[in-house]
């Protein structure tokens, strides 16, 4: 079964860093995009950084500067590292990635199971 394994997190002070982890378990025939949102209590899901397959990035304005999402297509692994975090950072952070489990099918969504991001003022 194809999962996606979070690892990181934890509670900071404002101001501080945390990095997250993911990483694709199971067997599949390749990685499309993979990215990571966050989910405030009492607010939607919304998409914070995406990290392309060529490599190249896109960021909320909210955490533009601040974030940065990179991946490792060869391991595939995906980090998110958190600097100069706000308390308005905080949530579940979730990573997604879109893949092809098998090279007859079509592309599909996964998602990790979220890890919990503190920041205390």
């Known amino acids: 079964q194809v999962q996606l394994v979070e690892s990181g997190g934890g509670s900071v002070q404002a101001g501080g860093s945390l990095r997250l982890s993911c990483a694709v378990s199971?067997?599949?025939?390749?990685?499309?995009?993979m990215t990571w949102h966050r989910q405030a209590p009492g607010k939607p899901r919304e998409l914070v950084a995406t990290?392309?397959?060529?490599?190249?990035?896109n960021y909320a304005e909210s955490v533009k500067d601040r974030f940065t999402c990179s991946r490792d297509n060869a391991k595939r692994t995906m980090q998110l590292q958190m600097n100069s975090l706000k308390p308005e950072d905080t949530g579940v952070y979730y990573c997604?990635?879109?893949?092809?489990?098998?090279?007859?099918?079509?592309?599909?969504?996964?998602w990790g199971r979220g890890a919990q991001v503190t920041v205390s003022s």
């Open positions: 990290c392309f397959k060529d490599g190249s990035t």
């Open positions: 997604k990635a879109d893949i092809i489990e098998k090279v007859v099918l079509p592309a599909s969504s996964i």
């Open positions: 199971g067997s599949i025939f390749s990685i499309r995009d």
